[in-house]
């Protein structure tokens, strides 16, 4: 059920390329780690303006949940454009479709890839292993 | 440390049954919760909860100088208890610095524990090094003896259908009695819990553990009972005022500061204890107190955050939940001699970012304050 059509990173976070932008977003199993199937129990997410400029692997945000705090990181150096507006109040969103309307943060990426991504497959060895 | 080498209480494989997410708590494998965690602390406050609390410790100190010497270690005044009750207590150091909170059950001659899981080894090793001059012994029962929890308004009438030769419903707040449990006799049952709700906890051999539970779970249809996990249990207790070792108290905070003064005897006739001295001197010149915030910000108050009034640091934060009973996120933080007046406007610092709060009354919950 998780797309081929991106990229993944060990913190759960994945890129997907659109024309010569990307949209990052979070991952159904960070979701999951947060609220546990229960969409009520995130209660905050903390996205970036656009312009600001990201180093690979930067925090750019956080989101919250009844239980945690997360960082969420940049898979890829770049600038952002711009946040996904109906995020701040409707972070039920993230657990119904995580992949589509879910998407984060639009970046201008000054970099194609780099070797903390993962494919599906290998996103899915890498959080079978940490279950275990 | 991995899931392999944590503790298993005899409840594991039910909780697994169960569907329960599971973590490590104090080197246990625990359930956290078993649906969604807002949902479970108001299953507790409407109606009723079960709690495997197996990870607990359980120590029974006997012979004829039990009572004095838990004297001697213990900060509440344990020969004054009436035989039968039971009272909150802490095991500090010379430093006035507790070691665990702890319950106190005064029998006739002996003293039953229980205390906190993530400090059941140092607290037999403090006890048993300390009771080597006293005609007494202190014995772990921990895993003699199971500890489940039935919190919440419906506990009577569920625990009553599998009780006999105990009337439970007039067992007193605080004080306990044996009964007979699903046909297990001389089953240990108390009015105490950890929620801010009427209920018990019920202290059984482990053989019997799973059957008790699933009798409880059937007693408890249609009465609203559900199996509660820690998630939900630690904002129960946030939400009724009641501290939790290694938040609100440690090695490095004393219970008068925390306000703890209830379980903190300075009597003359119960003589010198440990750590009497230097909680006399933090009692006469405290230097901070710990209160309950609220905020109606989105973000909900961690261990270690910041507070701030205006540009002066005045205080952090030792405890935080979404409380779903008051409708606000909540917690308790200290804060400098000055700051602790209830209507007291501070501001969190949330990872660098501010969020209003308020200096709001303890506890935020109580069921006999309507």
Redesign the interface.
Same mark, same amino acid.
């Given at each position: 059920m998780r797309p081929d059509d991106r990229k993944y990173t060990k913190s759960h976070e994945w890129i997907k390329f659109d024309g010569d932008t990307a949209l990052i977003g979070i991952t159904d199993f960070a979701v999951e780690e947060l609220c546990n199937g229960n969409e009520g129990d995130l209660v905050y997410c903390d996205l970036p303006d656009a312009d600001r400029v990201l180093e690979p692997g930067e925090t750019f945000g956080e989101i919250e949940s009844v239980k945690a705090v997360s960082d969420l990181n940049s898979p890829l150096p770049g600038t952002v454009i711009e946040n996904n507006p109906l995020i701040e109040d409707h972070l039920d969103i993230l657990s119904t479709d995580p992949w589509n309307k879910g998407w984060l943060i639009r970046i201008k990426p000054s970099a194609k890839t780099g070797s903390n991504l993962m494919t599906r497959e290998e996103y899915e060895a890498f959080i079978a292993a940490e279950a275990h | 440390m991995t899931?392999e080498t944590l503790k298993q209480t005899p409840l594991h494989d039910v909780h697994a049954a169960l569907g329960a997410?599971m973590i490590d708590f104090g080197g246990w494998h625990m359930p956290?919760?078993y649906?969604?965690?807002?949902?479970e602390v108001n299953c507790v406050r409407t109606a009723c909860g079960l709690f495997d609390l197996g990870h607990m410790g359980r120590f029974h100190v006997v012979g004829p100088d039990a009572i004095k010497f838990v004297d001697t270690i213990a900060t509440n005044f344990c020969a004054k208890i009436p035989v039968g009750a039971i009272r909150y207590s802490l095991f500090c150091l010379e430093d006035g610095n507790p070691i665990d909170d702890v319950l106190l059950y005064r029998e006739e001659q002996d003293v039953f524990i229980v205390v906190n899981a993530g400090n059941r080894d140092r607290d037999l090793a403090h006890l048993q090094k300390h009771a080597a001059d006293f005609d007494c012994e202190v014995i772990d029962e921990s895993y003699e003896l199971d500890m489940i929890a039935l919190q919440g308004q419906n506990s009577v009438a569920i625990l009553e259908k599998l009780v006999e030769g105990c009337d439970v419903g007039a067992i007193k707040y605080y004080r306990f009695d044996f009964g007979t449990l699903c046909g297990i006799e001389n089953v240990r049952i108390s009015r105490t819990g950890y929620t801010g709700e009427d209920g018990f906890e019920l202290y059984l051999p482990p053989t019997h553990s799973a059957a008790v539970w699933n009798a409880l779970l059937e007693a408890g249809k249609g009465l609203g009972l559900q199996p509660i996990g820690l998630?939900a249990r630690d904002t129960l207790r946030l939400e009724a005022g009641m501290p939790l070792y290694g938040h609100e108290i440690d090695d490095n905070h004393n219970p008068i500061e925390a306000g703890l003064n209830f379980g903190i005897s300075f009597k003359e006739e119960k003589g010198d204890w440990l750590g009497r001295a230097a909680l006399e001197a933090v009692k006469a010149n405290p230097t901070q107190a710990l209160v309950g915030i609220t905020t109606d910000g $989105?973000?909900?108050p961690?261990q270690g955050y910041k507070l701030f009034r205006g540009d002066e640091e005045v205080g952090y934060i030792c405890s935080g939940?979404?409380s779903p009973t008051i409708k606000s996120?909540i917690g308790t933080a200290y804060v400098k001699l000055g700051n602790e007046e209830v209507g007291t406007q501070l501001e969190l610092d949330i990872?660098g $970012?501010r969020q209003a709060c308020v200096v709001a009354p303890q506890p935020f919950y109580s069921r006999t304050r309507k």
């Open positions: - | 899931t997410r956290v919760q649906g969604p965690i807002l949902e998630g $989105k973000r909900v961690r939940s979404v996120n990872r $970012k």
